[in-house]
Nanobody, 125 residues
Framework: QVQLVESGGGLVQAGGSLRLSCAASGRTFSINAMGWFRQAPGKEREFVAAVSRTGSSTYYADSVKGRFTISRDTAKRTVYLQMNSLKPEDTAVYYC??????????????????WGQGTQVTVSS
């Protein structure tokens, strides 16, 4: 099994920045892609960003392209989400995710194997 623990959420004003972190433990050698999803109140969980095993390939939802950056430190078994120019519509619970059998690109449409517990991000207007 793989355990994922997020940190870095909080309250920020519109236009501000936050950096989320997600530390993986357990059978981390089995992890291929990692990514972030979010769920706003009353809405379904949606894909935000994904990164390949080596960090060389990244994928983003159209709504965050140019504002969010996903990165991965393999040695630290950690994935990051740098969020800039935040908007009130970015308010959501953000979930870290990990996948063992498919690619980062597949994570955009296929639910991953492992999930973190989520961290709240609130952007005030």
């Amino acid at each position: 099994q793989v355990q994922l623990v997020e940190s870095g959420g909080g309250l920020v004003q519109a236009g501000g920045s936050l950096r989320l972190s997600c530390a993986a433990s357990g059978r981390t050698f089995s992890i291929n892609a990692m990514g972030w999803f979010r769920q706003a109140p009353g809405k379904e969980r949606e894909f935000v960003a994904a990164v390949s095993r080596t960090g060389s390939s990244t994928y983003y939802a159209d709504s965050v392209k140019g504002r969010f950056t996903i990165s991965r430190d393999t040695a630290k078994r950690t994935v990051y989400l740098q969020m800039n120019s935040l908007k009130p519509e970015d308010t959501a619970v953000y979930y870290c995710a990990a996948e063992s059998s498919t690619t980062a690109q597949a994570m955009t449409i296929i639910p991953p194997d492992y999930w973190g517990q989520g961290t709240q991000v609130t952007v005030s207007s």
